[in-house]
């Protein structure tokens, strides 16, 4: 089956340490992979998308995601979080064959301490 | 450039009532989709459009209907609610399946 996993529920940084969320997935055809983020009370917004060409592509907000085939990841990751950063990232999958219906992940919760 | 936007942003019912919620987008998108968000499990897809006249169930489809007979507007309905579907509910939009969605405010329901 079809499946998105974020391991971690809750992740707590310093403020301008480095971050790196994980996402692995499980599906059978090529997939196109996206991260969202959402900040309290409010939509999604997409950082970044892969839907082929070079692995590591870059986002918004100075994040980047590697895509990894062999390990089916595409962590997300930034080099120095601000006390903005501080939301929920959800990872995304779709594929042409699935009629490019998403399957998500169950979100991981950045808190950044001060 | 008001982008989707969902209407409304919060409701309480009782079970049993009924309510529409609406979803419009400006920016002439052709695919048009209904998720639900529950603590710990991320989105799951109720219904989905690929164009006006169109609809099609997705991963939870089971109490709710949609309709799209505009392309800008997409509706999901709850014709009886239950307790099951206290949830926070967004719209999203795409111009085409393989786009980037973009995503409405959302819509806090809570059914008492």
């Known amino acids: 089956a079809q499946s998105v996993t974020q391991p971690d529920i809750h992740i707590t940084v310093s403020e301008g340490a480095s971050l790196e969320l994980r996402c692995n997935y499980s599906?059978?055809?090529?997939?196109?992979l996206f991260w969202y983020v959402q900040s309290p009370g409010q939509g999604l917004q997409l950082l970044l998308k892969y839907f082929s060409g070079d692995t590591l592509v870059q986002g918004i907000k100075g994040f980047e995601a590697e895509f990894k085939r062999s390990q089916s990841s595409f962590n997300l990751r930034k080099p120095s979080v601000h006390w903005s950063d501080a939301a929920e990232y959800f990872c995304a999958v779709g594929a042409a064959d699935s009629n490019y219906q998403l399957i998500w992940g169950a979100g991981t919760k950045l808190i950044i301490k001060p | 450039n008001a982008g989707v936007t969902q209407t409304p942003k919060f409701r309480v019912l009782k079970t049993g009532q009924s309510m529409t919620l609406l979803c419009a987008q400006d920016?002439?998108?052709?695919?048009m989709y209904w998720y639900r968000q529950d603590p710990g499990m991320g989105l799951r897809l109720i219904h989905y459009s690929v164009g006006e006249g169109t609809t099609a169930k997705g991963e939870v489809p089971d109490g709710y209907n949609v309709s799209r007979l505009k392309k800008q507007n997409f509706l999901l309905g709850l014709e009886s609610a239950a307790p099951s579907q206290t949830s926070v509910y967004f719209c999203?939009?795409?111009?085409?399946?393989?786009?980037?969605?973009?995503f409405g405010a959302g819509t806090r329901l809570s059914v008492l």
């Open positions: 920016m002439n998108h052709e695919y």
């Open positions: 599906y059978g055809a090529t997939p196109y």
């Open positions: 999203a939009s795409s111009l085409n399946g393989e786009n980037i969605q973009y």
